[in-house]
Nanobody
């Protein structure tokens, strides 16, 4: 079983920046694609960005040019650098990962970290 733990959320003013981190832990596992989702109150959980094990990235149109996803495979950690933050970016951000462990492929979710953009 792979566990994901996010960190780095908080309160930031419009135009500011934050970097989220998500670390995967467990035993004898391999991580494949890692993703960031976000969910604002009353909304569905939407994909923000993804990165494959080979480093290919994909972004939602709403964050292109402002957010950057990256990963440190040696640390099994994915990052989301968020710049030029706007109030509409306010949401709980969740980390998601596909992994292989103990003979099974699985999808894992973190507990979420709150990002609030407000003056």
């Amino acid at each position: 079983q792979v566990q994901l733990v996010e960190s780095g959320g908080g309160l930031v003013q419009p135009g500011g920046s934050l970097t989220l981190s998500c670390a995967a832990s467990g035993s004898n596992f391999r991580i494949y694609t890692m993703r960031w989702y976000r969910q604002a109150p009353g909304n569905q959980r939407d994909l923000v960005a993804s990165i494959t094990s080979g480093g290919s990235t994909n972004y939602a149109d709403s964050v292109k040019g402002r957010f950057t996803i990256s990963r440190d495979s040696a640390k099994n950690t994915v990052y989301l650098q968020m710049n030029s933050l706007q109030p509409e970016d306010t949401a709980v951000y969740y980390c998601n990962a596909n992994s292989y462990s103990g003979g099974y492929y699985q999808g894992s979710w973190g507990q979420g970290t709150q990002v609030t953009v407000s003056s």
